[in-house]
């Protein structure tokens, strides 16, 4: 049998192969991308639990404005099915009260005042409508 053909010299009649060596000079772009991403990612979970309250979100905004005004319309709904009113009747707030939770009307969390509807087929109102608090 025939030798195989190796590129490279024999030392002791095993047969070396020279490879080119590779020298590392520093880390390639896409090493620095994946890192970079996963230090954000890790960044955009924990950071959000220092901030203060008031910057991530649990400060009132208009959506529990509107949430309240829902509950008001529910309320003044309830109170016409029970009492056999129809869309016209003039609606009484001392009665609606007694369909809202504590029997008061919420509070509006931007310091504003709700009122409810002349009559059953009115939408009650905020006071900070031009925030855009209407439903």
């Known amino acids: 049998m025939a ?7 024999f ?3 095993d047969p070396v192969m020279k490879l080119p060596i590779l020298k590392s000079r520093g880390f390639t772009l896409l090493e620095i991308v994946i890192v ?12 959000p639990s220092y901030l203060p309250p008031q910057i991530h979100g649990r400060r009132p905004n208009r959506y529990s404005c509107i949430a309240n005004l829902k509950q008001i319309d529910s309320a003044q709904e309830q109170w016409a099915i029970e009492n056999h009113k129809d869309s016209n009747s003039p609606t009484v707030l001392v009665e609606i009260t007694a369909y809202l939770k504590n029997n008061v009307l919420p509070t509006e969390p931007f ?9 059953v087929k009115d939408l009650p109102k905020c006071s900070n409508a031009k925030l855009g608090h209407t439903f």
């Open 36 to 47: 970079v991403a996963f230090l954000c990612l890790i960044a955009a979970v924990i950071v």
């Open 3 to 9: 030798a195989p053909a190796c590129a490279g010299s």
């Open 111 to 119: 310091g504003g005042t709700y009122t409810i509807g002349a009559t």
């Open 11 to 13: 030392k002791g009649g």
